[in-house]
């Protein structure tokens, strides 16, 4: 089993930037496909991009595709998405994910294919 505890969310002005942070424990972490989502009020949970265990694999979202950047440092047992150049349709409710299972796509935008998810962090980007 895998928990995840989400920081990082707050308010921001359209154009800067914030870096949240999911920390993970129980067993293994290295070898688990981890993502982030969003969720907007009155929207599906939209996938925004994942990263492979072991090999750092990454797919992000068109829609944040040079924005943002999603890592990962095994060692501390935490995954990161900073954001950059943040718009106000970013704003929503971001979740981490994780999964043992190796996704490929589209498997890997589909919630329904991640095990383990954090309790959401807050996202607000003002114009």
């Known amino acids: 089993q895998v928990q995840l505890v989400e920081s990082g969310g707050g308010l921001v002005?359209?154009?800067?930037?914030?870096?949240?942070?999911?920390?993970a424990s129980g067993r293994t972490f290295s070898g688990y496909t981890m993502g982030w989502f969003r969720q907007a009020p009155g929207?599906?949970?939209?996938?925004?991009?994942?990263?492979?265990?072991n090999t750092g694999t990454t797919y992000y979202a068109d829609s944040v595709k040079g924005?943002?950047?999603i890592s990962r440092d095994?060692?501390?047992n935490t995954m990161y998405l900073q954001m950059n150049s943040l718009k106000p349709e970013d704003t929503?409710?971001?979740y981490c994910a994780a999964t043992s299972r190796t996704l490929y796509y589209p498997t890997y935008v589909a919630p329904r294919n991640y095990?383990?998810?954090g309790q959401?962090?807050?996202v607000t980007v003002s114009s």
């Open 120 to 122: 959401g962090t807050q």
């Open 13 to 23: 002005q359209a154009g800067g930037s914030l870096r949240l942070s999911c920390a």
């Open 43 to 53: 929207k599906e949970r939209e996938f925004v991009c994942g990263i492979r265990g």
């Open 115 to 117: 095990d383990y998810w």
């Open 92 to 94: 929503a409710v971001y």
């Open 74 to 76: 095994n060692a501390l």
């Open 67 to 69: 924005r943002f950047t």
